[in-house]
């Protein structure tokens, strides 16, 4: 970020060094108009460094609120550019982020990271300016006195020396305090994404305890980092302290015996004061660094993980191509709708997620291996249960991401094959959708989700589960549909549904990881007991009946 802000860093650091050069130079101006023209009783002198004075207090106001403004720059910039960075990250990493990262993480890192790290170039500008203020203070007291001037060169480093055993303890209490934030923020969000399923079974108060144990843990976390900063900023008061108090103590000693006059004593008591500020904010500068190091160790590890899968694809063959899963011997032709029923979950998720390209897997798409194959994310969509509605408009959350302003009669077309005509009139397109649609039940969600999917029109669409929310009449109508929306395109749809199956063009059964029958859901509800076990949840013998009885066979 320095690097990338060098520009305002640079101002910053100017802009600091002469606002605390002015400041450093008041007491010798003080010193100079007392000794030279009050004790000397020389008004000229008198009026001379009174206004050097009143220069020294303008050049102060004015770099001071220049100073200022460019520290507030840089502090957002800073902020603002490492959200970029992390928000970037996310979308790129898109799947991958979840498996590699908690949700409580990256909203830490939203929240405390990105203001440490514009903290840490906040305290560029005074830090510059103390470091500069203290190196001249010195060299003017050397000038003055060699004693005093030896006490300042010699005090300050040993205050640092002093004071950098307690910047490792803070630190990692304060690395120990953010990781326990990160995981409570998970748990939170976890709590809330699932607190209708906790009220339904009664494990409301079983996770509500377990989250006050950890906040405990959190909260004597925060306690000991706040310990270890106690330590740190009183440091910062009593070492200075003990130097200013020898300097004032020796300065008087020296007035005393006539070896300094009522001027230089008093510049001398004016730097004892005036060391206090550049000394202190040498402490907050190692405090704030500290925590901005610790910031910053999260966000790269963040930026350092690569996606599971990355698109480095150039080829693109035909929309209308057979896709194939070589591991399950799955083949889908194009331009129809192939419903995979799987006897094992998990196996369809597994399929899916090799089509989709979001786990390892050879699968090919028009004869071209799906890791050569570009824009694939564009090209097949998987749409899962776990996807989430945008916080905004409707209508925006609805329409494909690269068409914002799309074709409002293919949104409606979507709308109306999803059954989320009622959804719609009841809320309207301009309302403004919560985080992650929680004003939704959970089948309006699915509805408007598979509506998203709909409205996207990928060359493959791939469905898991879409209608395990909805009762039977909407899931009914949503079958009848489905394949008219998709007319022309390839769908596949991952599902055990009896009316999803009964309308799909083909149906494959796999069973351990294979795809073990094929044909239509009737041919196979007759000839195949696994598949009529599987889609009738064990009432296959009298289903099998039925369908025998209506076909004939």
Known sequence: MVRVQWRTCAAGAALGVLWMLSQALMP???????????????????????????????????????????????????????IQLVTRQATRLGGTLPKRLSAGEVVSIGLSDVAHIGETLDIVSRGSGAVVAIVVVAGILLTASLPLGLIVLVGVPLILLVAAPLLRPYRDREMEHRELVGELSTHATDL??????????????????????DSQRVRAAGVAAARAE???????????????????????RFAADGTIGVGQLVTFYGYAVFLIVPLKTLGEAAGKI??????????????????????TGSARPAASADLVDIASGLVVRPNRVT???????????????????????????????????????????????????????????????????????ALRAAIRAACAEDVIESAGLDTYVAEAGREFSGGQQQRLRLARALAADPDVLILVEPTSAVDAHTEARIAERLGQARAGRTTVVCTTSPLLLDQADHVVFVQGGRVVAEGTHRELLATEQRYAATVTRGEATERTKIVSAETGT
């Open 192 to 213: 809330v994404a699932g607190l209708r399923v906790l009220r339904g079974i009664g494990g409301e108060p079983l996770f509500s305890r377990r989250y006050h144990a």
């Open 339 to 409: 419903a995979i029923a799987a006897a094992d979950p998990r196996d369809a998720q597994a399929v899916a997620d090799r089509l989709g390209r979001y786990t390892e897997g050879e699968v090919d798409f028009g004869g071209v291996p799906l890791d050569r194959v570009a824009d694939v994310r564009k090209r097949i969509l998987v749409a899962v249960n776990e996807d989430r509605l945008f916080s905004g408009p409707l209508a925006e959350s609805l329409a494909p991401a690269d068409e914002p302003d799309g074709d409002p009669a």
């Open 290 to 311: 500290t925590k901005g190091l610790v910031a910053a160790g999260r966000v790269t590890e963040l930026l350092a993980i690569d996606p599971a899968l990355p698109a």
């Open 28 to 82: 010798a101006a003080i010193g100079r108009a007392i000794g030279d023209g009050v004790v000397a009783r020389d008004e000229g002198a008198l009026v001379t460094w009174s206004g050097v004075l009143l220069g020294l207090g303008l050049v102060q106001a004015v770099t001071g609120a220049v100073r200022h403004r460019y520290s507030v720059f840089n502090f957002l910039a800073a902020a603002y550019r490492t």
């Open 230 to 252: 106690t330590r740190l900023n009183g440091a910062e008061v009593l070492l200075p302290g003990l130097l200013i108090a020898l300097v004032t103590w020796v300065g008087a």
